[in-house]
């Protein structure tokens, strides 16, 4: 794909705010993982600057670019499965991870 992200994975200023406040601001350097194939119960990211990639890790190809004001993390944060892809920070980058028991726990105070 080699591409930047172009789906729905933009969050407001006040969604960012949001999980700032639920979450741990933590500042990796390139080529650092975020998320490794096979890892269970990985957390929710949100990318507050820098980029993430997103990386199939049989192929090794690139599936997507993720940026500044973008989040990283699908259904299995819910389900617990194993993650199937591998997130790699390219560059200084800041990010706020929600551990999946507080992601569960806020879906469950705002289930309306």
């Given at each position: 794909?080699?591409?930047r992200n172009d789906n729905n994975t933009i969050l407001?200023?006040?969604?960012?705010?949001?999980?700032?406040?639920?979450?741990?601001?933590?500042?990796?350097?390139?080529?650092?993982i975020l998320i490794n194939e096979g890892q269970k119960q990985y957390d929710f990211i949100v990318?507050?600057?820098?980029?993430v990639n997103i990386i199939?890790?049989?192929?090794k190809e690139l599936?997507?670019?993720h940026?500044?004001?973008?989040?990283?993390?699908?259904?299995?944060?819910l389900s617990e499965r194993a993650s199937i892809f591998r997130a790699i920070a390219t560059n200084n980058t800041?990010?706020?991870?929600i551990p999946q028991t507080t992601l569960l726990a806020v879906l469950a105070e705002n289930a309306n």
């Amino acid at each position: 794909m080699n591409s930047r992200n172009d789906n729905n994975t933009i969050l407001t200023e006040e969604q960012i705010n949001f999980f700032i406040g639920k979450g741990i601001v933590e500042n990796y350097s390139s080529e650092q993982i975020l998320i490794n194939e096979g890892q269970k119960q990985y957390d929710f990211i949100v990318i507050l600057e820098g980029t993430v990639n997103i990386i199939d890790p049989l192929s090794k190809e690139l599936i997507v670019i993720h940026g500044s004001n973008e989040f990283i993390g699908d259904i299995d944060i819910l389900s617990e499965r194993a993650s199937i892809f591998r997130a790699i920070a390219t560059n200084n980058t800041t990010i706020v991870r929600i551990p999946q028991t507080t992601l569960l726990a806020v879906l469950a105070e705002n289930a309306n």
